[in-house]
Each structure stands twice: as structure tokens, then as C-alpha cells.
């Protein structure tokens, strides 16, 4: 298992979300909220694969919250 801990300031919860249904095929995912952080805990075939998933996870979630900020 992989964690991916995404602050709070920098994401929004609607664009990780969204992320998170977008790569769900991809392995399975539990999410939970701190005060600060999202935590996403990531399971998939190999370690590899895991930390592949969080990488493009993040970066697909703060893609999403920059658009969602701009209008």
C-alpha cells in the first residue's frame, strides 16, 4: 500500500474526487480526510505500479482544482 497525502491549501476536495474516479480501474483507493491533508491509501499489483498511481493521481487532482480556481 501507498498514501498519498495532498494538502489541503493546494487541492480541492471535488477535483481529487474526480480524480479518483477517473483512476479507479487502475487499483483501489480509500480516502480520508485529516485536518490538513486528503489521504488517499493506494492499493494496486506491485509497489511500482502503486507510486506510479499516486504520481499521476496528484497530478491529474491539482490539474483539475487549477481549472475549477480559474473561472
Given amino acids: 500500500m501507498t498514501v498519498l497525502r495532498l494538502h489541503r ?3 480541492q476536495g471535488a477535483a481529487l474526487d474526480q ?3 477517473i483512476y479507479a480501474e487502475h487499483g483501489t483507493f480509500a480516502r480520508k480526510d485529516e485536518p490538513g491533508h486528503w ?3 493506494i492499493t494496486a ?8 498511481i499516486a504520481g499521476e493521481l496528484g497530478n491529474y487532482a ?3 482544482t487549477a481549472k ?4
Avoid at 499489483?45 to 506510479?52: D, L, N, T, V
Avoid at 475549477?68 to 473561472?71: I, P, Q, Y
Fill in 9 to 11: 491549501d493546494l487541492y
Fill in 19 to 21: 480524480a479518483l474516479g
Fill in 39 to 41: 489521504v488517499v491509501e
Fill in 45 to 52: 499489483r506491485s509497489p511500482e505500479r502503486e507510486r506510479r
Fill in 62 to 64: 491539482l490539474g483539475l
Fill in 68 to 71: 475549477g480556481r480559474k473561472r
